[in-house]
């Protein structure tokens, strides 16, 4: 199993991809996310976030998700491939 992470600053609904080199559309994902304080540290914050979709495609894995906040975040996203 591999794990790739992007950060982002999101709110709201978003869109984005994580680099990872050698999944193919085929691959198992699962995503998830945190949001981040300094100095990108993981923290329990009081915005409710949601993983929507995870798709990965060729040495890409696309993540749709929801941060339930009104002004952006700082967030870590995390997926894990076999």
């Known amino acids: 199993m591999?794990?790739?992470e992007?950060?982002?600053r999101a709110h709201r609904i978003?869109?984005?991809d994580v680099?990872?080199?050698g999944v193919r559309p085929n691959s198992h994902a699962v995503a998830s996310l945190?949001?981040?304080g300094p100095p990108d540290?993981?923290?329990m914050g009081s915005?409710?976030?949601k993983v929507y979709n995870?798709?990965?495609g060729i040495d890409r894995v696309f993540v749709r998700g929801e941060i339930d906040w009104d002004d952006d975040l700082d967030i870590r996203v995390t997926v894990l491939v076999e």
């Open 47 to 49: 915005a409710s976030m």
């Open 14 to 16: 978003f869109n984005t």
């Open 19 to 21: 680099g990872a080199p």
């Open 41 to 43: 540290n993981p923290f």
């Open 54 to 56: 995870v798709a990965p």
């Open 2 to 4: 591999a794990a790739f």
């Open 6 to 8: 992007r950060f982002i």
């Open 34 to 36: 945190t949001e981040i």
